[in-house]
Antibody
Framework: QLQLQESGPGLVKPSETLSLTCTVS??????????WGWIRQPPGKGLEWIGS???????SYNPSLMSRVTISVDTSKNQFSLKLSSVTAADTAVYYC?????????????WGQGTLVTVSS | QSALTQPASVSGSPGQSITISCTGT?????????VSWYQHHPGKAPKLMIY???SRPSGVSNRFSGSKSGNTASLTISGLRAEDEADYYC??????????FGGGTKLTVL
């Protein structure tokens, strides 16, 4: 059974960089059948797609966050990571990592439990 | 990119059916059959309930069904049960190779 687990600091200061890692078990980030993505949910609000990455390193980002986001993949550790720079209180959210199926049946089929990141001094 | 539009809340009694709508544009919901629906109980991982507009993953009850007409997709839950009470989100692939989610709908089982 595939499992995804987010990890990283739960508190980040304004203007600093938020860094999270998603560790994948029970499957491989090197699979050609999937992308790997980050989604967040601010308190009391809906889900927002942040971006996705393929094992080759090819990325796609939400245009509203593109200038501040970097997603990378480490196939040797079976992990992928999120960096969000110049954070403000508006970036406070639960951050989820998820697997995105490629091809003709696209969907986020497995999700991590999520990790709350608070931006505060 | 604006979020897909969902009603903030819907409710129904046990055994009844409810429908949640998800409205987008011709550049997302209307242009692709990559619409999916997720059930989210607070504090837990979102769960995929419907993908490709109307397909159900293995293990998801056939009480859940999806459809689409034009720029609006819909999730119908029949035979409502107490455990169906949750937040539901739609999602769609877009013409710019990105993903949009809806604002979420809180389902209350009365």
């Amino acid at each position: 059974q595939l499992q995804l687990q987010e990890s990283g600091p739960g508190l980040v200061k304004p203007s600093e960089t938020l860094s999270l890692t998603c560790t994948v078990s029970g499957g491989s980030v090197s699979s050609s059948s999937y992308y790997w993505g980050w989604i967040r949910q601010p308190p009391g609000k809906g889900l927002e797609w942040i971006g996705s990455i393929y094992y080759s390193g090819s990325t796609s980002y939400n245009p509203s966050l593109m200038s501040r986001v970097t997603i990378s993949v480490d196939t040797s550790k079976n992990q992928f990571s999120l960096k969000l720079s110049s954070v403000t209180a508006a970036d406070t959210a639960v951050y989820y990592c998820a697997r995105l199926v490629r091809g003709g049946e696209r969907r986020f089929d497995y999700w991590g439990q999520g990790t709350l990141v608070t931006v505060s001094s | 990119q604006s979020a897909l539009t969902q009603p903030a809340s819907v409710s129904g009694s046990p055994g009844q059916s409810i429908t949640i709508s998800c409205t987008g544009t011709s550049s997302d919901v209307g242009g692709y059959n990559y619409v999916s629906w997720y059930q989210h109980h607070p504090g837990k991982a979102p769960k995929l309930m419907i993908y490709d507009v109307s397909s159900r993953p293995s293990g998801v009850s056939n009480r859940f069904s999806g459809s689409k007409s034009g720029n609006t997709a819909s999730l119908t839950i029949s035979g409502l049960r107490a455990e169906d009470e949750a937040d539901y989100y739609c999602s769609s692939y877009t013409s710019t190779s990105t993903w949009l989610f809806g604002g979420g709908t809180k389902l209350t089982v009365l």
